[in-house]
């Protein structure tokens, strides 16, 4: 990302003054010619995505009863009346067809209580108890909320303690970004970092992407020490990427630890944390540096130039164990929060999946949901956080409802950050402490 002739960034006071202008200039640069291409191929992946979502998701409330033997589950769509979580309950069955042999007619009122359900007049449906009469056994009694059902039960206290360790979550991110600044030769305050990792979430909404708020991160940075460009830049990138790794290999571990719910995921995540190890250690290994004439290679690449600075910058982390060692565990915790946000975000619609489910979701939804395959993740991170949570053992309308609420979440700080716009920006000539 260099720097259009003619319109150096200047320190400023206020980091709201020129900001908008800045970040708005810097996407335009970085996107190039190929911009424009890429964001009709996002705005064609989120409509794949929408309408991957809904014909994955359950609109309607759905009671569904497995008989012995193996034979497909009796589903039956209709409303339910009052809290789904709670026994019993009352389940009013719609119009049309149902698959339920004929044991129930549209618009009768079930009951299910726990361990049965029973029809009008009291009448035995479906029964959990082995000796039972004929023809009513179940193996499973299942009630599966809708989606708007399920985001209407959503319980205050664990949301509003999902919502904390999001923010707590941020703080993680800012204290691992100020440490890399220091590093790059960047001096700046811990208060001052959070204050622009509060400014790129807010950017991450006014220009939704891949990099609105890593741009506005950058600028900032710059504003304060314009003679250190690249460095500042280069800082930003290089938070990012350890992020990413931390996240991947985060994500591996839960998922290979978590028995056979996971076992169809297992494969495909081992072989990108493994990929990413081997690329890792090629990458700090000079030997093997020198033998493929690493620096030769990637000079021969487009956008070589940056490709060398970004090389530069990780070395520089690299060379310096203490810090990147700091940088991972601070990476480390601030997912590990995110992730238990995520599964009290999921407790709190009703979800019965543990914290490492949940983790292992998380993790795999946002590694895939950030690459810049559609404006901000839009529909992406939905359509895989259903798909996922099916597989682990919920449904895919608890998954989408529980990626919903996160991304509602994330946006609720995202425009708290825009307050940071009003606040007094740092002072050129302070010393960080």
């Known amino acids: 990302m260099s720097e259009p002739a003619g319109s150096p960034l200047k ?36 409509g794949l995505a929408l309408w991957l979502i809904s014909q ?23 409303t339910l009346d009052g809290d789904w979580r709670e026994r019993p309950l009352t389940f009013l069955v719609g119009p049309g067809p149902q698959t339920s042999r004929g044991q129930v007619e549209p618009g009768e009122r079930l009951t299910v209580e726990a361990g049965r359900v029973l029809g009008a007049g009291g009448r035995v449906v479906a029964n959990l108890d082995p000796d039972g009469a004929d023809g009513t056994q179940a193996v499973t009694i299942e009630v599966q909320p809708g989606l708007s059902h399920t985001l209407a039960g959503v319980r205050p206290r664990e949301l509003l303690l999902a919502f904390a360790l999001l923010a707590l979550a941020t703080l993680t991110v800012a204290t691992r970004w100020w440490r890399l600044l220091m590093v790059h030769d960047c001096p700046t305050r811990w208060r001052d970092a959070v204050r622009f990792t509060y400014l790129g979430l807010f950017f991450n909404v006014v220009f939704p992407g891949s990099n609105g708020g890593d741009v506005a991160r950058a600028v900032s940075v710059v504003q304060r020490n314009p003679a250190r460009r690249p460095e500042a830049l280069m800082s930003v990138v290089v938070d990012r990427v350890l992020g990413l790794v931390s996240m991947v290999l985060l994500g591996a571990t839960f998922v290979l630890s978590s028995g056979d719910r996971a076992a169809e995921l297992k494969v495909p995540v081992s072989a990108a944390a493994a990929s990413l190890l081997v690329g ?51 990476s480390s915790f601030n997912h590990l929060l995110t992730g238990a946000a995520v599964s009290f975000i999921a407790l709190a619609l009703g979800s019965e999946l543990g914290f490492a489910e949940w983790m292992s979701t998380t993790a795999i939804a946002n590694t895939i949901s950030g690459l810049p395959i559609s404006p901000g993740g839009l529909g992406v991170g939905e359509h895989l956080f259903g798909s996922l949570s099916s597989i682990l ?41």
């Open 11 to 46: 320190p400023e006071r206020k980091v709201g003054g020129g900001l908008f202008e800045a970040v708005r200039r810097e996407r335009s640069e970085k996107a190039g010619r190929g911009g424009g291409a890429l964001r009709i191929l996002g705005v064609l992946v989120f």
């Open 280 to 330: 890792g250690a090629v990458f700090c290994s000079r030997r093997v540096r020198r033998w493929v004439r690493f620096e030769a290679l990637v000079a021969r690449l487009p956008m070589g130039e940056r490709l060398k600075r970004l090389d530069r910058s990780a070395r520089l982390v690299v060379s310096r164990p203490r810090e990147l060692g700091l940088a991972l565990l601070l």
């Open 393 to 433: 053992g919920s449904t895919y309308a608890m998954g989408v409802a529980t990626s919903l609420v996160y991304r509602l979440g994330l946006y609720g700080l995202s425009l708290a950050g825009g307050l940071a716009l009003l606040l007094p920006g740092p002072r050129p000539d302070v010393a960080p402490r």
């Open 56 to 78: 994955n998701i359950s609109w309607l409330d759905e009671l569904r009863i497995e008989r012995p033997g193996g034979a497909t589950p009796e589903v039956l769509n209709g």
